[in-house]
């Protein structure tokens, strides 16, 4: 099946400043690798995901950008503010078409200092 | 709009016992899965359905059993609870396999 590395598994900053969170897979064939934000005590939500004809997309504070070649995507949050703060997932979906299924990252802990 | 509704919220169950955790979604959605989440190993798929009457097995199938009767419920049956089980369970949803999938509120299970 698929495998998802996911880095860092925590992240600090301070407010206004970057976040970048790394994932790689495994699976050539993937063709949609989505993000999930997770609050304490609730089910993961979408933020942004990409297609594997995109190479980059964004919106507003959050970027998410795709290199097929080396099988990595990549979320980036600029000036990030304390309600950023949460567990951050990348997956990737591997299978036939018709049965697509989801592979998840391990999660990183966002911290926003304020 | 209720979206992907789990029930119950919180279950404590004695090693040996059997339940069902319940998942109802509205949007007429065609995938459904069940995940479970322990802590550092993210989210792992246990079994997944593209219709109804269809199941499959994710990758942590063992010690649960599915069925897909209608496009809007999609219980995960616990056959005989181990503490291995202990976990927080999320149950979502989605229109294909490539579109955005959406989870409902998780239902936190020990097994003592």
């Known amino acids: 099946g698929e495998n998802v590395e996911q880095h860092p598994s925590t992240l600090s900053v301070q407010e206004g400043d970057s976040a970048v969170i790394k994932c790689t897979y495994s699976d050539s064939a993937s063709n949609y690798f989505p993000w999930y934000k997770q609050e304490l005590g609730k089910g993961p939500q979408l933020i942004i995901d990409?297609?594997?004809?995109?190479g980059e997309k964004k919106d507003q504070r959050i970027a998410v950008t795709l290199n097929k070649t080396a099988k990595h995507f990549s979320l980036h949050i600029t000036e990030t503010q304390p309600e950023d703060s949460a567990v951050y997932f990348c997956a990737a979906t591997f299978g036939r078409a018709g049965s697509y299924q989801l592979t998840f990252g391990k999660g990183t802990k966002l911290s926003v200092i304020p | 709009n209720a979206g992907v509704t789990q029930t119950p919220k919180f279950q404590v169950l004695k090693t040996g016992q059997s339940m069902t955790l319940q998942c109802a979604q509205d949007m007429n959605h065609e995938y459904m899965s069940w995940y479970r989440q322990d802590p550092g190993m993210g989210l792992r798929l246990i079994h997944y359905?593209?219709?109804?009457?269809?199941?499959d097995q994710g990758e942590v199938p063992n010690g649960y059993n599915v069925s897909r009767s209608t496009t809007e419920d999609f219980p995960l049956r616990l056959l005989s609870a181990a503490p291995s089980q202990t976990s927080v369970y999320f149950c979502a949803s989605s229109g294909t396999g490539e579109t955005e999938a959406f989870f409902g509120q998780g239902t936190r299970l020990t097994v003592v």
């Open positions: 990409i297609r594997s004809n995109v």
């Open positions: 359905s593209v219709g109804a009457g269809i199941t």
